[in-house]
């Protein structure tokens, strides 16, 4: 199976500062079809996941600007530009090139 | 508006068998793939299982493969796990996701947790 690691696990953030996630995984993502199948997912306190990133970069409806995702091959990052109180949870990156698909450890952001 | 409601978790004895359910609306659901997804207590994500619209071609994680069947009713508009010689390890909320046919999932349900537990 293909290992996700992101870092850092625990990520304390001032309000309005930026913030970095990175996932590297044990395999390249690029699938036969030459697509990178790499998606970012948030989970508030006591929801669900919802996917914020997919196939990289693509930013899904109503998710705002300030999250970014990029990279390829084996290494990616998800960026915020200014944290706000709302993105306090967990995040998970999450491959989709070869099954079983499999999801990071997460990344706890917390508030400074 | 897209909608998942997973039913059907419990407390369950090591060994036992339990039959989960997720119904979909606001999507035509026949036209989808769609996955179960678990999440031990304070833990990370499991991709579980996953179905083809038809219900012709099913993926299982190893962990699952030969105790858990995903099946779906596209009639009902519902998605289903049957999970039998439940282990402790398999404690988790069970969620019910849409898959978008891109290799990922989009919406998910509320989850339901199964508690493995003597």
């Known amino acids: 199976d293909v290992v996700m690691t992101q870092s850092p696990l625990s990520l304390p953030v001032t309000l309005g500062q930026p913030a970095s996630i990175s996932c590297r995984s044990s395999q390249s993502l690029v699938y036969s079809d030459g697509n990178t199948y790499l998606d970012w997912f948030q989970q508030r306190p006591g929801q669900s996941p919802r996917r914020l990133i997919y196939?990289?970069?693509n930013r899904d409806s109503g998710v705002p600007d300030r999250f970014s995702g990029s990279g390829s091959g084996t290494d990616f990052t998800l960026k915020i530009s200014r944290v706000e109180a709302e993105d306090v949870g967990v995040y998970y990156c999450m491959h989709g090139t070869h099954w079983p698909f499999t999801f990071g450890q997460g990344t706890k952001l917390e508030i400074k | 508006e897209v909608q998942l409601v997973e039913s059907g978790g419990g407390l369950v004895r090591p060994g036992g068998s339990l039959r989960l359910s997720c119904a979909a609306s606001?999507?035509?659901?026949?036209?989808?793939?769609m996955s179960w997804v678990r999440q031990a207590p304070g833990k990370g994500l499991e991709w579980v299982a996953n179905?083809?619209?038809?219900?012709?071609?099913?993926y299982y994680v190893d962990s699952v493969r030969g105790r858990f069947t995903v099946s779906r009713d596209n009639g009902e508009n519902s998605l289903y796990l049957q999970l039998n010689s439940l282990r402790v390890e398999d404690t988790a909320v069970y969620y019910c996701?849409?898959?978008?046919?891109?290799?990922?999932?989009?919406?998910w349900g509320q989850g339901t947790l199964v508690t493995v537990s003597s």
């Open positions: 179905i083809k619209q038809d219900g012709s071609d099913k």
């Open positions: 196939k990289v970069s």
């Open positions: 996701a849409r898959d978008t046919g891109q290799r990922s999932v989009d919406y």
């Open positions: 606001g999507f035509t659901f026949s036209g989808y793939w």
